[in-house]
């Protein structure tokens, strides 16, 4: 199994619509959680860290559900510049090491 | 915020030949910083951790001899790839992690090597 999971998609939404993409964590002592966003031969940027309690950053709101193990990002009124891949991350138990998912990429349509 | 430099941005170089690509810590300094490759429609896929002061620890699979890092400063990773091979070819990111914060995890812009 893989240590962070994420459905590859590709996920093709028309502008306005709202997405959600989920990843999934095995090691239950991760310490520390995150979404970055990568455009085509750039490097990672990142969106937003996640934490138990929810946060929101404008039209982004990420979750985390340690006991599920389970992160989620929930994206609204997507728009055209949206379109990247999405990155889950994880830290492992000592936060010393840094895990991509594979990505979810979404493309966003007029 | 904090800056991470790499560089070069990208790197044609022939077979058999050695490739340097520098990582820079801006206006922090880097305990640890982490070297990925990246293939095509594919995740960064970590190959190695480098400490300053001592040797790096590098992932299953990845061979050290052929992936030289040297940290010899709070400032300063090198990742050299020795006698390059067209399967090397890929998108290189190193990753910075400063002190005082377990947070911050700052990228390179990357370097695309072509081997040919």
Known sequence: RKEVEQDPGPFNVPEGATVAFNCTYSNSASQSFFWYRQDCRK??????????????DGRFTAQLNRASQYISLLIRDSKLSDSATYLCVVTDSSASKIIFGSGTRLSIRP | GAVVSQHPSWVICKSGTSVKIECRSLDFQATTMFWYRQFPKQSLMLMATSN?????????????????????SLTLSTLTVTSAHPEDSSFYICSA???GSAYGYTFGSGTRLTVV
């Not at chain 1, 990672?44 to 929101?56: A, D, F, H, I, T």
């Not at chain 2, 300053?52 to 010899?72: M, R």
């Open chain 1, 43 to 56: 490097e990672p940027k990142l969106l937003m860290s996640v934490y138990s309690s929810g946060n929101e």
């Open chain 2, 52 to 72: 300053e002061g001592s040797k790096a620890t590098y992932e299953q699979g990845v061979e050290k001899d052929k992936f030289l890092i040297n940290h010899a």
């Open chain 2, 97 to 99: 992690r400063g002190t």
